[in-house]
């Protein structure tokens, strides 16, 4: 399936999020994933699909039923990307400590 949609926008939303986090544990079916949330089971299928369009989730059937699954490989691409900010931010805090506890002792007399 192609990629329809901007994987960001995807996990922007906190139910898309949730399921993410639930697929994570275990594949689930659409009506397993509904019983965790106060809506429908047609609008966890929506949010399923937007998830399936950003590859963030693929699917395996077993008989009548479909399961849905995290795609490891393409949530550790948006870590990756992730992941310049992430040790940007880091040094940032680093020398933004280091900052603070000079303060701190100038203001104790150390």
Not at 66 to 78: D, G, Q, R, S
Request: charged share 25%; with cysteine.
């Amino acid at each position: 399936m192609e990629t329809r949609r901007d994987p960001f926008q995807a996990i922007a939303d906190p139910t898309r999020r949730a399921i993410l986090v639930l697929i994570a544990a275990q594949a689930m079916t659409p009506t397993a994933l509904a019983d965790h949330f106060n809506t429908s089971r047609q609008a966890v299928s929506k949010h399923i699909r937007i998830l399936t369009e950003c590859q963030l989730v693929t699917h395996q059937s077993s008989g009548r039923e479909v399961y849905y699954e995290i795609n490891a490989p393409k949530l550790k691409e948006i870590d990756q990307w992730i992941e310049q900010f992430r040790s940007m931010w880091d040094a940032k805090f680093n020398q933004l400590e280091k900052v603070l506890n000079t303060l701190k002792n100038k203001e104790n007399g150390i």
